[in-house]
T-cell receptor, first 117, second 112 residues
Framework: GAVVSQHPSRVICKSGTSVKIECRSL??????MFWYRQFPKKSLMLMAT?????????EQGVEKDKFLINHASLTLSTLTVTSAHPEDSSFYIC?????????????FGPGTRLTVT | RKEVEQDPGPFNVPEGATVAFNCTYS??????FFWYRQDCRKEPKLLMS???SGNEDGRFTAQLNRASQYISLLIRDSKLSDSATYLC?????????????FGAGTRLAVHP
């Protein structure tokens, strides 16, 4: 099956710093990538949807200036958490989709656990 | 009201037991339906799609009732390895994309 990687798998940073998380589709070209956030014992919440070469579409309530998404190529998307605060500590998961916007199948990365101290 | 609601559990069952999970969704425009499995601190993995006619995959049976906006998952002959969180997921076309909406999950613990 399709493989999606994320790096780093775990990161601890100090409050006020920025953290970049990479999401790569390893064996396919992803037309669309999605970024999710999951708090403990809560559901995955979609943060934003991005297509290669265009601006990301953010979900309601997600600050685009705080969560910067760059979709540089068909195999790489990055999420930068700027000026991180302890409340940003969460499990961040990306997924990638190949195909049309109406297709629903997504391949998930293994997630990045962010802890802000 | 949450878009996808599930009983959080946990369901603690012995090996060999049959266990059923329920889920309701609020948006009648939801198009496709799934059960995902998520192990602790891991990404979700697709367990099976759910169809109105009902579908079975080994020990797992899923059912969809569009009229009552209700989805179920039945696990027969539970194994220790079934211990995980089961996520009810619906897809919806919104903003130009088909998006997945996740429930918070139902935790299953199978004990010897």
């Amino acid at each position: 099956g399709a493989v999606v990687s994320q790096h780093p798998s775990r990161v601890i940073c100090k409050s006020g710093t920025s953290v970049k998380i990479e999401c790569r589709s390893l064996d396919f070209q992803a037309t669309t990538m999605f970024w999710y956030r999951q708090f403990p014992k809560k559901s995955l919440m979609l943060m934003a949807t991005s297509n290669e070469g265009s601006k990301a579409t953010y979900e309601q309530g997600v600050e685009k200036d705080k969560f910067l998404i760059n979709h540089a190529s068909l195999t790489l998307s990055t999420l930068t958490v700027t000026s991180a605060h302890p409340e940003d500590s969460s499990f961040y998961i990306c997924s990638a989709r190949v195909g049309r916007p109406s297709d629903y199948e997504q391949y998930f990365g293994p997630g990045t656990r962010l802890t802000v101290t | 009201r949450k878009e996808v609601e599930q009983d959080p559990g946990p369901f603690n069952v012995p090996e060999g037991a049959t266990v059923a999970f329920n889920c309701t969704y609020s948006n009648s425009a939801s198009q496709s339906f799934f059960w995902y499995r998520q192990d602790c601190r891991k990404e979700p993995k697709l367990l099976m799609s759910v169809y109105s006619s009902g579908n079975e995959d080994g020990r797992f049976t899923a059912q969809l009732n569009r009229a009552s906006q209700y989805i179920s998952l039945l696990i027969r002959d539970s194994k220790l390895s079934d211990s995980a969180t089961y996520l009810c997921v619906v897809s919806m076309f919104s903003g130009g994309y088909n998006k997945l909406i996740f429930g918070a999950g139902t935790r299953l613990a199978v004990h010897p």
